[in-house]
Nanobody
Framework: QVQLVESGGGLVQAGGSLRLSCAASGRTFTRYAMGWFRQAPGKEREFVAAVIWSDSSTSYADSAKGRFTISKDNAKNTVFLQMNSLKPEDTAIYYC????????????????WGQGTQVTVSS
């Protein structure tokens, strides 16, 4: 069984920063990419950022570009999301996910999901 455990969420004022972490554990699995998604109350889950595990190339949603940075630590099987200049509209539950193939990555049909961590940005 694969487990993804997020941490680092919390309450922050607008303009502040948070760093989310996602640690992967459990059985060995093929990891093509890892990503962050978020879901705000009453809204659908949306893509935030992703990193290709083999070459560290990254992609971002327009809302995250210039403010968020995704990174990884191969040795620790951990992916991070550094979030700066946070806005109230960034308030959501943030989920970490892992995709086992290129096809699942491009379709954003990730295989494994964490339980989520709450990020609240006050105005």
């Amino acid at each position: 069984q694969v487990q993804l455990v997020e941490s680092g969420g919390g309450l922050v004022q607008a303009g502040g920063s948070l760093r989310l972490s996602c640690a992967a554990s459990g059985r060995t699995f093929t990891r093509y990419a890892m990503g962050w998604f978020r879901q705000a109350p009453g809204k659908e889950r949306e893509f935030v950022a992703a990193v290709i595990w083999s070459d560290s190339s990254t992609s971002y949603a327009d809302s995250a570009k210039g403010r968020f940075t995704i990174s990884k630590d191969n040795a620790k099987n951990t992916v991070f999301l550094q979030m700066n200049s946070l806005k109230p509209e960034d308030t959501a539950i943030y989920y970490c996910a892992a995709a086992s193939s290129w096809l699942k990555f491009v379709r954003r049909s990730y295989d494994y999901w964490g339980q989520g961590t709450q990020v609240t940005v006050s105005s």
